[in-house]
């Protein structure tokens, strides 16, 4: 082999070469642009999964937020402002809601004549225990107790009618009842019984109430107490119209343990409203 040949042939050895590095060069060009092309796909796609979760937990507080203003604007818009706060002792209940809207305004009867046996002692108007509103229709009278054990009529009166000092009630309870029988079997009246009370939740615009003492923390009526309930109950069923059916508890209201013994015992509360509608028997005249 002559020297010119072996000189083009280590020249086509050299292109070779190049050629083959070149080529390598640009596989390795083409494979690192396409690492960079997928490290950038895999950092838009974990950018957006977490824009994503972002929004997800943004659009969650939210709904959440959201919900939160409508359950909070109902319970504002359906509440009581009357009836926020009941005394701790009585059968109220702190959290309270609105009657139901009736479609024709039918009112309490007025000017009827209290018997001798009920002992006068109204509260003055005032805006946490009687705030003088007109009673609805009346549609049932509700049994409750004190819920202050040993206490006589006249202190739970004198609890009703000490709310209206600022003083003694910097809270701003209210609370009251029509009627309030006490141990000897005395029955004061508290609130004119064409008048609203605070005592028996959404209820109060169509009930008459009747706070009852008992002597201990089981709630029992002692007998003169008893009886005086029975005779009691049974005249604002006659001057209303109503029945023995249309006696009920706090309890049947609220679900409030109030009366209590009359709630535990169900056969005592039976036997109660049995009396009721026995004396209104014997009695069809109650004076």
């Not at 977490?50 to 937990?57: E, G, K, N, P, W």
């Not at 225990?129 to 006589?152: C, E, F, M, Q, Y």
């Not at 003083?167 to 009842?177: D, F, I, L, Q, Y």
């Not at 009370?197 to 169509?206: L, P, Q, V």
């Amino acid at each position: 082999m002559d020297q010119k040949t072996r000189a083009e042939r280590f020249r086509n050895q050299i292109q070779n070469n190049n050629t083959q590095q070149e080529d390598q060069y640009e596989k390795e060009l083409k494979r690192a642009r396409e690492e960079r092309i997928r490290r950038r796909i895999e950092r838009m796609k974990r950018e957006r999964q977490r824009m994503l979760r972002r929004r997800l937990v943004v659009g969650g507080v939210g709904i959440a937020v959201i919900i939160l203003m409508i359950f909070v604007g109902k319970k504002v818009f359906f509440s009581n402002p009357d009836d926020s706060n009941l005394g701790g002792h009585t059968s109220g209940d702190q959290t309270q809601t609105t009657a139901p809207v009736e479609t024709t305004e039918e009112y309490a009867k007025k000017n009827i004549p209290i018997p001798s046996w009920i002992d006068q002692q109204l509260l003055d108007v005032n805006e946490f225990s009687r705030p003088g509103t007109p009673l609805k229709k009346v549609k049932n009278v509700v049994i409750h107790w004190v819920a202050n054990a040993g206490t006589s009529a006249q202190n739970n009166r004198s609890y009703f009618s000490n709310l209206a000092d600022p003083a003694a009630n910097p809270e701003g309870v209210k609370a009251s009842s029509h009627f309030v029988v006490g141990l000897e079997g005395e029955i004061i009246q508290c609130v004119p019984i064409d008048e609203k009370s605070y005592c028996t939740n959404w209820r109060n615009d169509d009930t008459i109430s009747i706070e009852v003492c008992h002597p201990d923390w089981e709630g029992k009526f002692n007998d003169v107490t008893y009886q005086s309930v029975i005779k009691l109950t049974a005249w604002l069923l006659e001057q209303f119209d109503l029945t023995s059916e249309d006696v009920i508890r706090h309890f049947d209201v609220t679900g409030k343990d109030c009366p209590k013994y009359y709630v535990v015992h169900e056969d005592a509360w039976e036997q109660l409203k049995q009396d009721v509608k026995a004396y209104m028997e014997a009695n069809p005249e109650i004076q």
